[in-house]
């Protein structure tokens, strides 16, 4: 499954502009008087202006091999969330590194080398090897029930979880986050999971979906 566009809401649009693309360094693809757009490899991430817009969290991949060269990166541009003491944060069960950080929202961010998909790099690492958006998380108080309702609109497959307090759904480069918001709150910092509305448009097996996810349920678009 791959995210070919996503849109999520700020509430401090001009900082958020100034944050990806300044200190990040991402292409700013589009920007108007109250959104603006980025390339974040293959995926495409819009962010539209909303008064008391509440946070986010999702992952870039990064290619394979290069986990600790992207934490010493962004060390020099960000500040680094960690969890139980780890800057670089080993995730055997998925075969994967990740590092944490938030923008200019509190959204918390993840840069995630998955080394299950091999996709190493012999080039020193910077923004042009972020591949891709390839989580987005998905608060709720129905996990269960979020993953019938994308199971009616296409056969997404489940990666990881119990379908009670959490679970993973769909692959590696495109994987939604769901959560039960009452039992589970986001790592490294245990921030709140709030119902933030967005927006998302994938391709799964060669065949194209809109999503609107609002109060923590999925609608379809078309």
């Given at each position: 499954?791959?995210?070919?566009?996503?849109?999520?809401?700020?509430?401090?649009?001009?900082?958020?502009?100034?944050?990806?693309?300044?200190?990040?360094?991402?292409?700013?693809?589009?920007?108007?008087?109250?959104?603006?757009?980025?390339?974040?490899?293959?995926?495409?991430?819009?962010?539209?202006?909303?008064?008391?817009?509440?946070?986010?969290?999702?992952?870039?991949?990064i290619p394979s091999n290069k986990g600790a060269e992207a934490l010493k990166w962004l060390q020099q541009r960000v500040n680094i969330l960690d969890w139980q003491g780890m800057d670089l944060v080993?995730?055997?069960?998925?075969?994967?590194?990740?590092?944490?950080?938030?923008?200019?929202?509190?959204?918390?961010?993840?840069?995630?080398?998955?080394?299950?998909?091999?996709?190493?790099?012999?080039?020193?690492?910077?923004?042009?090897?972020?591949?891709?958006?390839?989580?987005?998380?998905?608060?709720?108080?129905?996990?269960?029930?979020?993953?019938?309702?994308?199971?009616?609109?296409?056969?997404?497959?489940?990666?990881?979880?119990?379908?009670?307090?959490?679970?993973?759904?769909?692959?590696?480069?495109?994987?939604?986050?769901?959560?039960?918001?009452?039992?589970?709150?986001?790592?490294?910092?245990?921030?709140?999971?709030?119902?933030?509305?967005?927006e998302v448009h994938l391709k799964h097996q060669n065949s194209h979906f809109e999503l609107q996810y609002k109060n923590g349920i999925f609608v379809r678009i078309n």
């Amino acid at each position: 499954m791959n995210f070919n566009k996503i849109k999520l809401y700020s509430a401090n649009l001009a900082a958020q502009i100034s944050f990806y693309t300044q200190t990040l360094g991402f292409e700013l693809l589009e920007k108007t008087a109250n959104t603006f757009s980025l390339k974040i490899g293959k995926t495409v991430l819009q962010f539209v202006e909303k008064s008391g817009a509440t946070n986010y969290h999702y992952a870039f991949n990064i290619p394979s091999n290069k986990g600790a060269e992207a934490l010493k990166w962004l060390q020099q541009r960000v500040n680094i969330l960690d969890w139980q003491g780890m800057d670089l944060v080993d995730f055997s069960d998925w075969n994967a590194e990740a590092m944490y950080f938030y923008d200019k929202d509190m959204n918390i961010v993840e840069l995630i080398a998955r080394k299950n998909l091999n996709m190493d790099r012999k080039e020193a690492f910077g923004v042009d090897q972020v591949l891709e958006v390839s989580e987005i998380g998905v608060p709720t108080n129905a996990v269960k029930a979020v993953y019938k309702s994308l199971l009616q609109t296409f056969p997404i497959e489940r990666y990881s979880g119990d379908l009670a307090r959490f679970a993973a759904l769909g692959d590696e480069h495109g994987l939604f986050i769901v959560i039960n918001n009452k039992q589970k709150k986001w790592i490294p910092r245990n921030d709140e999971a709030h119902f933030s509305p967005f927006e998302v448009h994938l391709k799964h097996q060669n065949s194209h979906f809109e999503l609107q996810y609002k109060n923590g349920i999925f609608v379809r678009i078309n």
